[in-house]
């Protein structure tokens, strides 16, 4: 009964995350990957849940003290089949689950590069107290606090911070993934569906954290095309006084995009925290996991 | 250097009403307890029998004092941020701050885990261990008492800086690099770092000490295999504390050279890595989950075999669960960092590992529903708290295995679906356990049961409230909404949220009717005093001493020949139909003598802790040498134990005798 409560809670939770944007209502190859394997497991799992609850209900309900047809049993406190059983049925759940989670874990790396016939076009994304600024190395431009990515192309992004570790996540794209100052990450995503997505950061990073999300527009190649012939048309430059007024800290700070980059911005924002006044600190080898 | 170091009027936070609110209730609250102790004359009491005592079970009593004194801290925390949470929404921005929301939701955390779990755990072990075990005392008392007392500094740290300054606003693990004086210079992170390294000091004496207790104190005749399981489940809990809070000393240790003398190990520059902070901050976090958990299983196990008239179901199986959880505990620490980009064997790896500790934990599950089958089940408050964990916990254990697959994780980790979670766990296995474990001990400590009706209706609010709370919060993470928000501009989240508020709201329900519960509890003590010793039917030697029990615990040591050792001395007296002689051959008992060492020890850690946030170092250069001087003088004491002669030790049995029902 109580259990009752909790199904239909999360019935509507699939139901209702469903449509509201969430992990549950993907837009493209990887988010729909991951829910499916949410899904999955979350099945292999029930069948092994929900009978257990009602077995505690049951058993303690027909073994309470005052029902006097239920039989005493004192000494039935060893049993080798039911041990058997009972290091079992976890035992191959977890078999089952292992199993998923291995496979998955390989196919859905966030460095792994989406299989198409497009190519795919990579940004560079910085989270910067309290904002997201993605560089567009190919196309030499920039956007703060908002990501326009063209439907159907796979997304290949590298990822660092300015300080504050953070986490990259667009929920309905792709699974999250940390920023770290000094270190790189990769991720991988593709949306299958125009709209607009919302992106954020799921790492607190300090006072301006709540106001740390983004827009992410898909659309049609073609619109794309025209986005970037428009942003090079206007705005600011992102040069390294650019990104010295950037990086001071400020939150809720409305979308804008920058006409052109210095190249090479990423790997000196990455490298910058790596600087030190310690001489021999220069050379410290840049061998993070990440890096790989 | 001014002679207060970085102190001046303006740490206190006039300006808000929140805070200088609640500090003034506190401070009210303080002074008029002291006066009204002082004013009774019960300060010489307090200091003879409690403060310098040294008895493993006052001390138990007072870590659960604190404990729950500090669940309502961490509560209120807790409903403040619902409340945030609750209303700012949309363009909204709620009632506190987003500096001031930051230490909330740090100080929830920290206060929930370090002194609320933690002092819970400990103050059950300390003080059902030794009785279960046969013996009269712990292996260390006096240390015994240091640790409760450095527990207590770290508390009174925590809460000092309500008023004096600010608490850390970068959640409860402090990760650096926002942790680190370039993201956080004031002295919240100061107050985190020196209230956790006190504590965890006295945490870690506190495993030693059950460590050497356990391996080494056992009633005559109890092998490891006639152990009590609460007593295995102390033991790998404590195994762990020994293990894992050294980490934990040496990482903040670390951050505290970053911090104070420019150190570059956690840093964004000159070479410093942020993420090894975080591996050992969870090498030493997930053991600490079992530190707690395990011997909540073990009271859970205690109540499922004592109120179905049973043996434990599987003895030997809960036994090998436990150590192998204890074992696995150390490799799953990477589960909680997936997003860190890690290789995909890597991840796949400690997905896998996580999800293998599963299998003992379901054992244990499986293990109480067959203690239960073919019982005779008496609904009493402890049962209730067993049935609602295991009916809530498969369910936690559903959603961790989720958040072992690495590609689930990535999609919920840091949403308030993993907030969710490990309430979930916590609070049906971690806090059900200490509720089950506090009804369940308390005629044993006091001499009288806790009365049934209350603790009832405090068992349904807490379970539904619990799951009103955090059910939603499953559902607003799927949703995509990250943990630690100020506000957020998604309406679609807030009728969860409300929903949450209001499952907030039937738990404090559930508190009130706790602490009406004990009221009510004091005032019929008469009517529920508990006169034999055994109010329960117990199985374990606890039962076999009067409620509460002398200081020595046991005129004789009994003697154990097999599990569950007090229920079958009643099955043979039973057998028997007549009571076993009675043995008047009373040997003089020596127990240990008082001493004021942990108080004065933890006086002095308190003004070093207050002096080193601070910056004020000829003070914290006093406190140091004032708890080393302490220590010192204690070590050339002359006389640490105190007789009791024979005829006190006859006189008590005679008036207290064990009472089997024939």
Same mark, same amino acid.
């Given at each position: 009964?109580?259990?009752?409560?909790?199904?239909?809670?999360?019935?509507?939770?699939?139901?209702?995350?469903?449509?509201?944007?969430?992990?549950?209502?993907?837009?493209?190859?990887?988010?729909?990957?991951?829910?499916?394997?949410?899904?999955?497991?979350?099945?292999?799992?029930?069948?092994?849940?929900?009978?257990?609850?009602?077995?505690?209900?049951?058993?303690?309900?027909?073994?309470?003290?005052?029902?006097?047809?239920?039989?005493?049993?004192?000494?039935?406190?060893?049993?080798?089949?039911?041990?058997?059983?009972?290091?079992?049925?976890?035992?191959?759940?977890?078999?089952?689950?292992?199993?998923?989670?291995?496979?998955?874990?390989?196919?859905?790396?966030?460095?792994?590069?989406?299989?198409?016939?497009?190519?795919?076009?990579?940004?560079?994304?910085?989270?910067?107290?309290?904002?997201?600024?993605?560089?567009?190395?190919?196309?030499?431009?920039?956007?703060?606090?908002?990501?326009?990515?063209?439907?159907?192309?796979?997304?290949?992004?590298?990822?660092?911070?300015?300080?504050?570790?953070?986490?990259?996540?667009?929920?309905?794209?792709?699974?999250?993934?940390?920023?770290?100052?000094?270190?790189?990450?990769?991720?991988?995503?593709?949306?299958?569906?125009?709209?607009?997505?919302?992106?954020?950061?799921?790492?607190?990073?300090?006072?301006?954290?709540?106001?740390?999300?983004?827009?992410?527009?898909?659309?049609?190649?073609?619109?794309?095309?025209?986005?970037?012939?428009?942003?090079?048309?206007?705005?600011?430059?992102?040069?390294?006084?650019?990104?010295?007024?950037?990086?001071?800290?400020?939150?809720?700070?409305?979308?804008?995009?920058?006409?052109?980059?210095?190249?090479?911005?990423?790997?000196?924002?990455?490298?910058?925290?790596?600087?030190?006044?310690?001489?021999?600190?220069?050379?410290?080898?840049?061998?993070?996991?990440?890096?790989? | 250097?001014?002679?207060?170091?970085?102190?001046?009027?303006?740490?206190?936070?006039?300006?808000?009403?929140?805070?200088?609110?609640?500090?003034?209730?506190?401070?009210?609250?303080?002074?008029?307890?002291?006066?009204?102790?002082?004013?009774?004359?019960?300060?010489?009491?307090?200091?003879?029998?409690?403060?310098?005592?040294?008895?493993?079970?006052?001390?138990?009593?007072?870590?659960?004092?604190?404990?729950?004194?500090?669940?309502?801290?961490?509560?209120?925390?807790?409903?403040?941020?619902?409340?945030?949470?609750?209303?700012?929404?949309?363009?909204?921005?709620?009632?506190?701050?987003?500096?001031?929301?930051?230490?909330?939701?740090? !100080?929830?955390?920290?206060?929930?885990?370090?002194?609320?779990?933690?002092?819970?755990?400990?103050?059950?072990?300390?003080?059902?261990?030794?009785?279960?075990?046969?013996?009269?005392?712990?292996?260390?008392?006096?240390?015994?008492?240091?640790?409760?007392?450095?527990?207590?500094?770290?508390?009174?740290?925590?809460?000092?800086?309500?008023?004096?300054?600010?608490?850390?606003?970068?959640?409860?693990?402090?990760?650096?690099?926002?942790?680190?004086?370039?993201?956080?210079?004031?002295?919240?992170?100061?107050?985190?770092?020196?209230?956790?390294?006190?504590?965890?000091?006295?945490?870690?004496?506190?495993?030693?000490?059950?460590?050497?207790?356990?391996?080494?104190?056992?009633?005559?005749?109890?092998?490891?295999?006639?152990?009590?399981?609460?007593?295995?489940?102390?033991?790998?809990?404590?195994?762990?504390?020994?293990?894992?809070?050294?980490?934990?000393?040496?990482?903040?240790?670390?951050?505290?050279?970053?911090?104070?003398?420019?150190?570059?190990?956690?840093?964004?520059?000159?070479?410093?890595?942020?993420?090894?902070?975080?591996?050992?901050?969870?090498?030493?976090?997930?053991?600490?989950?079992?530190?707690?958990?395990?011997?909540?299983?073990?009271?859970?196990?205690?109540?499922?075999?004592?109120?179905?008239?049973?043996?434990?179901?599987?003895?030997?199986?809960?036994?090998?669960?436990?150590?192998?959880?204890?074992?696995?505990?150390?490799?799953?620490?990477?589960?909680?960092?997936?997003?860190?980009?890690?290789?995909?064997?890597?991840?796949?790896?400690?997905?896998?590992?996580?999800?293998?500790?599963?299998?003992?934990?379901?054992?244990?599950?499986?293990?109480?529903?067959?203690?239960?089958?073919?019982?005779?089940?008496?609904?009493?408050?402890?049962?209730?708290?067993?049935?609602?964990?295991?009916?809530?916990?498969?369910?936690?254990?559903?959603?961790?295995?989720?958040?072992?697959?690495?590609?689930?994780?990535?999609?919920?980790?840091?949403?308030?679906?993993?907030?969710?979670?490990?309430?979930?766990?916590?609070?049906?296995?971690?806090?059900?356990?200490?509720?089950?474990?506090?009804?369940?001990?308390?005629?044993?400590?006091?001499?009288?049961?806790?009365?049934?009706?209350?603790?009832?209706?405090?068992?349904?609010?807490?379970?539904?409230?619990?799951?009103?709370?955090?059910?939603?919060?499953?559902?607003?993470?799927?949703?995509?909404?990250?943990?630690?928000?100020?506000?957020?501009?998604?309406? !679609?989240?807030?009728?969860?949220?409300?929903?949450?508020?209001?499952?907030?709201?039937?738990?404090?329900?559930?508190?009130?009717?706790?602490?009406?519960?004990?009221?009510?509890?004091?005032?019929?003590?008469?009517?529920?005093?508990?006169?034999?010793?055994?109010?329960?039917?117990?199985?374990?030697?606890?039962?076999?001493?009067?409620?509460?029990?002398?200081?020595?615990?046991?005129?004789?040591?009994?003697?154990?020949?097999?599990?569950?050792?007090?229920?079958?001395?009643?099955?043979?007296?039973?057998?028997?139909?007549?009571?076993?002689?009675?043995?008047? !051959?009373?040997?003089?008992?020596?127990?240990?003598?008082?001493?004021?060492?942990?108080?004065?020890?933890?006086?002095?850690?308190?003004?070093?802790?207050?002096?080193?946030?601070?910056?004020?170092?000829?003070?914290?250069?006093?406190?140091?040498?004032?708890?080393?001087?302490?220590?010192?003088?204690?070590?050339?004491?002359?006389?640490?134990?105190?007789?009791?002669?024979?005829?006190?030790?006859?006189?008590?049995?005679?008036?207290?005798?064990?009472?089997?029902?024939?």
């Amino acid at each position: 009964m109580r259990y009752g409560l909790l199904a239909a809670v999360l019935l509507s939770a699939m139901i209702l995350g469903g449509c509201d944007g969430g992990v549950l209502d993907p837009k493209g190859p990887i988010a729909l990957a991951e829910r499916q394997i949410l899904i999955n497991a979350t099945g292999i799992m029930l069948a092994i849940v929900i009978p257990v609850i009602i077995a505690t209900l049951g058993v303690a309900f027909w073994f309470r003290a005052s029902n006097e047809r239920a039989r005493y049993r004192p000494d039935f406190v060893y049993s080798g089949r039911v041990e058997m059983l009972i290091w079992s049925i976890p035992l191959m759940t977890v078999l089952l689950t292992g199993t998923v989670a291995w496979i998955a874990a390989y196919d859905l790396d966030p460095p792994k590069p989406i299989a198409s016939s497009t190519r795919p076009i990579k940004v560079q994304a910085i989270s910067l107290d309290w904002k997201w600024l993605f560089i567009y190395p190919e196309l030499g431009v920039a956007s703060v606090n908002h990501l326009t990515i063209p439907v159907g192309t796979p997304v290949s992004f590298e990822l660092t911070s300015s300080g504050v570790m953070n986490s990259f996540f667009v929920p309905q794209l792709a699974g999250q993934i940390y920023t770290m100052a000094g270190m790189v990450t990769r991720l991988n995503l593709r949306a299958d569906y125009a709209g607009t997505y919302r992106g954020l950061s799921a790492n607190f990073s300090g006072d301006g954290f709540a106001d740390m999300h983004f827009n992410v527009d898909a659309m049609p190649p073609e619109r794309f095309a025209q986005w970037i012939a428009s942003t090079r048309s206007a705005g600011p430059v992102l040069d390294s006084k650019g990104y010295t007024d950037l990086a001071k800290p400020s939150a809720a700070v409305p979308p804008f995009t920058y006409h052109s980059v210095a190249p090479g911005l990423f790997d000196s924002i990455r490298m910058s925290s790596m600087q030190s006044d310690d001489a021999l600190c220069q050379g410290y080898p840049t061998s993070m996991k990440a890096e790989k | 250097m001014t002679l207060l170091g970085k102190l001046d009027w303006s740490a206190v936070p006039l300006d808000q009403p929140i805070i200088m609110g609640t500090v003034g209730g506190m401070v009210v609250a303080i002074v008029s307890i002291l006066s009204w102790v002082t004013l009774k004359g019960y300060v010489p009491y307090l200091w003879r029998e409690w403060i310098t005592s040294v008895d493993h079970k006052r001390i138990g009593v007072m870590y659960i004092v604190l404990a729950l004194v500090m669940l309502l801290r961490g509560f209120a925390d807790g409903i403040m941020m619902r409340t945030q949470q609750a209303v700012a929404a949309g363009g909204a921005q709620g009632y506190l701050p987003p500096e001031h929301f930051d230490q909330i939701f740090s !100080a929830h955390g920290t206060i929930m885990i370090f002194f609320v779990a933690m002092p819970l755990v400990i103050g059950l072990m300390n003080f059902a261990v030794p009785l279960q075990l046969g013996v009269r005392d712990v292996a260390f008392p006096t240390m015994n008492s240091i640790s409760f007392w450095l527990t207590a500094s770290g508390v009174l740290l925590t809460n000092v800086s309500l008023a004096v300054g600010e608490f850390a606003k970068t959640g409860w693990f402090a990760y650096p690099p926002l942790s680190e004086l370039q993201f956080s210079p004031g002295v919240g992170v100061d107050y985190y770092l020196w209230s956790l390294q006190l504590s965890g000091i006295g945490t870690l004496l506190s495993g030693v000490n059950f460590v050497t207790t356990i391996l080494k104190m056992r009633a005559p005749g109890m092998s490891y295999m006639r152990m009590p399981v609460f007593c295995w489940t102390a033991l790998a809990s404590n195994l762990l504390i020994v293990a894992a809070f050294p980490v934990l000393t040496a990482l903040f240790a670390m951050l505290l050279l970053d911090r104070y003398l420019g150190f570059h190990f956690f840093t964004v520059d000159a070479g410093g890595n942020a993420m090894m902070y975080v591996n050992l901050f969870w090498v030493w976090g997930h053991p600490e989950v079992y530190i707690l958990v395990l011997p909540a299983f073990g009271i859970f196990s205690e109540v499922a075999a004592t109120f179905s008239g049973k043996s434990l179901f599987g003895y030997r199986s809960m036994v090998l669960a436990t150590m192998t959880i204890c074992v696995l505990s150390y490799t799953v620490w990477l589960h909680h960092f997936f997003t860190m980009g890690a290789s995909a064997s890597v991840n796949a790896f400690f997905g896998i590992t996580s999800m293998i500790i599963g299998v003992p934990t379901g054992v244990k599950v499986f293990n109480w529903l067959f203690t239960m089958y073919g019982g005779r089940v008496r609904f009493t408050v402890p049962v209730l708290w067993t049935i609602g964990f295991m009916m809530s916990f498969v369910f936690g254990g559903l959603t961790g295995v989720l958040l072992a697959l690495p590609a689930v994780d990535w999609q919920v980790h840091n949403s308030v679906f993993l907030v969710a979670h490990f309430h979930h766990v916590i609070i049906p296995g971690v806090l059900f356990g200490c509720m089950a474990g506090y009804n369940y001990w308390f005629p044993k400590a006091f001499g009288f049961r806790l009365d049934e009706r209350w603790g009832k209706a405090a068992f349904w609010c807490w379970f539904i409230g619990f799951h009103l709370a955090f059910m939603p919060l499953y559902v607003t993470g799927l949703m995509g909404m990250p943990r630690r928000l100020q506000h957020y501009d998604v309406l !679609a989240w807030q009728p969860w949220l409300l929903v949450a508020e209001v499952g907030a709201l039937v738990i404090l329900t559930g508190i009130i009717c706790q602490i009406v519960q004990i009221v009510v509890s004091i005032r019929h003590r008469e009517q529920l005093r508990d006169t034999t010793g055994d109010p329960w039917n117990g199985r374990t030697l606890e039962w076999s001493t009067a409620s509460p029990p002398p200081a020595w615990n046991f005129a004789v040591l009994p003697r154990v020949h097999e599990l569950d050792a007090f229920w079958a001395h009643k099955q043979r007296v039973l057998a028997k139909q007549r009571l076993p002689v009675r043995q008047h !051959a009373y040997q003089p008992i020596e127990v240990p003598k008082n001493s004021p060492v942990g108080f004065a020890t933890a006086f002095f850690a308190v003004v070093s802790g207050f002096a080193l946030i601070w910056h004020i170092w000829w003070m914290a250069g006093f406190g140091v040498l004032g708890a080393a001087a302490t220590l010192l003088a204690f070590m050339f004491r002359t006389k640490d134990e105190v007789e009791i002669p024979a005829d006190q030790v006859d006189l008590f049995d005679r008036a207290h005798p064990v009472e089997v029902s024939l």
